[in-house]
């Protein structure tokens, strides 16, 4: 197995900041399942939702993984929150589940400086209902393919990474 970490958790959780810290911490490059795909795309996610739908971003993510577990090592995956489907998760390196629970994952979106911005890019919170419907449906399937789970909630992003670092970069 690659040794790789992997970020999983629902949108908004907190991923993207907490590889940043990671990263500020350790040293680890890090890559985004996201950034990639638009890079690939040339798009957005948003519009990639939009123009193509969910089962073709989907297809997009089986192929970064697919990337990923043949080219990556040593290297610090931040995912999207849909990203824990993929076949070869495993493959690609430990997973690490940030956890919290969804009003808490709101609560952060919604109260961010940059709220409307952070909303927009996240198709499937468009409506808060089903957002948290589909939290409900993933949170357990989360739990099921993760190695290691770190709760975040009411912790800094300074201490979710040192965490991280403590229990599986050490």
């Given at each position: 197995m690659?040794?790789?970490i992997v970020l999983i958790g629902f949108m908004g959780v907190g991923k993207g900041s907490v590889a940043r810290e990671i990263v500020r911490q350790s040293g680890i490059v890090a890559v985004d399942t996201d950034d990639l795909i638009e890079s690939m795309e040339n798009r957005k996610i948003k519009k990639i939702f939009e123009e193509e739908g969910?089962?073709?971003f989907r297809e997009r993510e089986?192929?970064?993984?697919?990337?990923?577990?043949?080219?990556?090592?040593?290297?610090?995956?931040?995912?999207?929150?849909?990203?824990y489907?993929?076949?070869n998760l495993h493959k690609i390196g430990t997973v690490v589940l940030l956890h919290a629970d969804f009003d808490t994952i709101y609560r952060r979106i919604v109260e961010h400086p940059n709220a409307e911005r952070k909303l927009k890019k996240r198709p499937l919170?468009?409506?808060v209902a089903k957002a948290r419907?589909?939290?409900?449906?993933r949170e357990p399937?989360?739990?099921?393919?993760?190695?290691v789970v770190i709760d975040v909630s009411g912790k800094s992003v300074e201490k979710v990474a040192e965490e991280i670092i403590e229990k599986v970069m050490q």
């Open positions: 690659a040794k790789n969910e089962p073709y089986r192929r970064v993984a697919k990337w990923l577990h043949k080219n990556v090592d040593n290297t610090l995956v931040s995912t999207g929150g849909g990203f489907k993929v076949k919170f468009q409506d419907a589909l939290y409900d449906e399937q989360y739990m099921e393919v993760a190695d």
